[in-house]
């Protein structure tokens, strides 16, 4: 089974709009963090925001903020008045896993692209 | 610019040839990871390495090896290369505590392309 659910490939918002990608997860882990990387044309991997399975509080970094609703297993990314700039691919991934002081891998979900339009 | 450095950009070669891909994690950083990403299999998990040892291993291929030096860069290796081999190549550090801890930051990746 998908541990990481993106189920829009392709989206398009103009330019200044709000834009929510999707994304679901399945664990059984009670302690999991949740990720979103952009990956641009040039194809380096951007860290945006995390959101662990203990925060109380949805994150939120700048124009971007993370729809945490866990009972629903979902943690999408909110872009707030979007730029021309965020045109890229974003990535949803999860890490299981508990503080133990070594981290463990990221898996990562199949990636949603994003075109904002003037 | 993440501090992760990775070594080559881009690398063209031939089906059944050997190839190694270096990363140089942050400062400080002493987890390295290593993921594929191409176009049939997304981005999959390698390999991880702790302080030189071994930690976690994912869909890598027997035909793939990496290693992590005493100064923490790693070494990852791919040998009978086939075309589907191309890809590129990710490698990421994090930090095992502190404010950064819930982040994994990446190289620029190696591009590799074989003919």
């Known amino acids: 089974a998908q541990k990481i659910t993106q189920t829009q490939p392709g989206m398009f918002v103009q330019e200044k709009e709000a834009v929510t990608l999707d994304c679901t997860y399945d664990?059984?882990?009670?302690?999991?963090?949740l990720f979103w990387y952009k990956q641009p044309s040039s194809g380096e991997m951007i860290f945006l925001i995390y959101?662990?399975?203990?925060?109380?509080q949805n994150a939120t970094e700048g124009r971007y903020s993370l729809n945490f609703q866990k009972a629903r297993k979902s943690a999408n990314l909110v872009i707030s008045a979007s730029q021309l700039g965020d045109s890229a691919m974003y990535f949803c991934a999860m890490r299981e896993g508990g503080r133990t002081g070594t981290a463990s891998k990221l898996t990562f979900g199949t990636g949603t692209r994003l075109q904002v339009t003037l | 610019d993440s501090g992760v450095t990775q070594t080559p950009k881009h690398l063209i070669t031939a089906t059944g040839q050997r190839v190694t891909l270096r990363c140089s994690p942050r400062?400080?950083?002493?987890?390295v990871y290593w993921y594929q990403q191409s176009l049939d299999q997304g981005l999959q998990f390698l390999i991880q390495?702790?302080?030189?040892?071994?930690?976690a291993k994912g869909n890598i291929l027997e035909r793939f090896s990496a290693q992590q030096f005493p100064d923490l860069h790693s070494e990852l290796n791919l040998s009978s290369l086939e075309l589907g081999d191309s890809a590129l190549y990710f490698c990421?550090?994090?930090?095992?505590?502190?404010?950064?801890?819930?982040?994994?930051?990446f190289g620029p990746g190696t591009r590799l392309t074989v003919l």
């Open positions: 400062s400080g950083d002493l987890s």
């Open positions: 959101q662990g399975s203990y925060d109380q």
């Open positions: 390495y702790y302080n030189g040892e071994e930690r």
């Open positions: 664990t059984s882990d009670p302690s999991y963090g």
């Open positions: 990421a550090s994090t930090a095992l505590a502190g404010a950064s801890y819930n982040e994994q930051f």
